[in-house]
């Protein structure tokens, strides 16, 4: 019998971003470093744990909405309400490219693997892909399937995982040329993939986590406790996927250990009355959160990882 995982968590740093309030904070691709983006319409890369402000990108008219840093930490993709996404130069701080790229507000984009094409998912119910290289003004690929607004992007390999408010986790097989679609019932507003990219991590609006199985849809395991009913909560997994985090509108991050389904730790943050936005380290036992406009650092500490390594 699998014995249940016990976290404690403990804070290494506080950023105070001063970027109005934080749409999104995001690791980047070895977790050094961090992206914040801003109510203010800045994005700002740091140093989390010094802490340390390393630069300020500005270039969006409104508030920037998502980021991500590049597989090579050399560029940065960002979009917001504004309708743009704008690529730009890590070290100089300047743009590269800014597309025009949808109709309404984008709520997430990303890189995939090699960094070589862009998604953004926006508000008016569509995905779209773009080829770094190319000065093209139109996507090479538009993903329209969607009946409300795309929330959420995960890219893994060949295959695009896209969740929608309309209740849909789509997964596009672009090799293949097929589209998968899996009911969750209710608005999905953030999606995780596992590290093996198996399985699906879907933060719902009625204030459910589920874990899906990738390739079938079947749910194996449903997470509560939290509340997540007006804002957009982030989830993700934690400590070699063996632990769910997700934020939540009553001042706390949730850890629920994954095959139990039993909550492991309730991270209060006094201060704060949603947490929404949240990133886990790529290798550390590590998570930023983000509440209004604070970012912070947090370790967590697993007591049966620890007694493992004595053993061995």
Known sequence: ????????????????????????VRFNVDGEYCLTCGGDKTLKLWNPRKPLLLKTYIGHRYDVKDARGSHDSSNIVSAGS?????????????PLRNIQAHLADINCVTFNDNSSVIFSGSLDCSA?????????????????????????????SHEITIASLDGKVRRYDLRKGQMFSDDA??????????????????????????????????VLSEYRGHKSRKYRIECGLAINDSVIISG????????????????????????????????????????????????YLWELDSTEEKKGEEEA
């Open 185 to 218: 019932i209710e608005m999905v507003n953030h999606i995780s993939l596992t590290r093996d990219s198996q399985c699906t991590l879907i933060s719902c609006a009625n204030g459910l986590i589920k874990l899906l199985d990738k390739s079938t849809g079947e």
């Open 1 to 24: 019998m699998t014995s249940p995982v016990k976290i404690k968590s403990n804070k290494i740093q506080t950023l105070a971003c001063q970027q109005g309030g934080i749409r999104a």
């Open 128 to 156: 779209k892909a773009w080829d770094c290289k190319s000065r093209s003004r139109d996507p090479i690929q538009v993903f329209c399937e969607a009946k409300d607004s795309v929330s959420s992007i995960a890219v893994a």
């Open 82 to 94: 504004d309708k743009c996404v704008i690529i730009w130069d890590v070290a100089t701080g300047q």
């Open 248 to 295: 939540s509108e009553d001042s706390n991050v949730y850890c629920w250990d994954l095959m139990k389904g039993d909550v492991v730790e309730k991270i209060h943050l006094p201060m704060h009355r949603v947490v929404h936005s949240l990133s886990c380290h790529p290798s550390k036992n590590e998570i930023l959160t983000a509440a209004e406009g604070n970012v």
